[in-house]
């Protein structure tokens, strides 16, 4: 059973950093692409990192990527989102998601293709 628990929210002041952790069970990480996701109040579920293992690519929309970083350490199951810069319109709820791998499709199954999706932590930055 794939099974995603994110853990490492909380609030922090605007131009600080915050790194999320996901703890992943039940697959192995390069057969799957992994990210992350956010959902503001009253907005759209957008992903903002996503990481294929076996393919060593990883994927962040231009509103995010020179400020976030998806990586992973394999050994301990773990996938991290290291969040720099913050602005308080980061302030979502943040999801760890998997999904199969498909080779190539890593971009497409970032915008519309995740399987699995862990509860979610709350990060809430502040003026």
């Given amino acids: 059973e794939v099974q995603l628990v994110e853990s490492g ?17 039940g697959f192995t990480f390069d ?15 957008e992903g903002v990192a996503c990481m294929s293992s076996s393919e060593g690519s ?9 400020r976030f970083t998806i990586s992973s350490d394999n050994a301990k199951n773990t996938v991290y989102l290291q ?6 319109e980061d302030t979502a709820v943040y999801y ?13 199954l970032c915008k519309y293709g995740m399987d699995y999706w862990g509860k979610g932590t709350l990060v809430t930055v502040s003026y």
């Fill in 58 to 66: 990883t994927y962040s929309p231009d509103s995010v990527k020179d």
């Fill in 83 to 88: 969040m720099n810069s913050l602005k308080p």
């Fill in 9 to 25: 929210g909380g609030l922090v002041q605007a131009g600080g950093s915050l790194r999320l952790s996901c703890a992943a069970s």
């Fill in 31 to 45: 057969d799957y692409v992994i990210g992350w996701f956010r959902q503001a109040p009253g907005k759209e579920r």
């Fill in 96 to 108: 760890c998601a998997a999904a199969p791998l498909e080779l190539g499709y890593l971009v497409l």
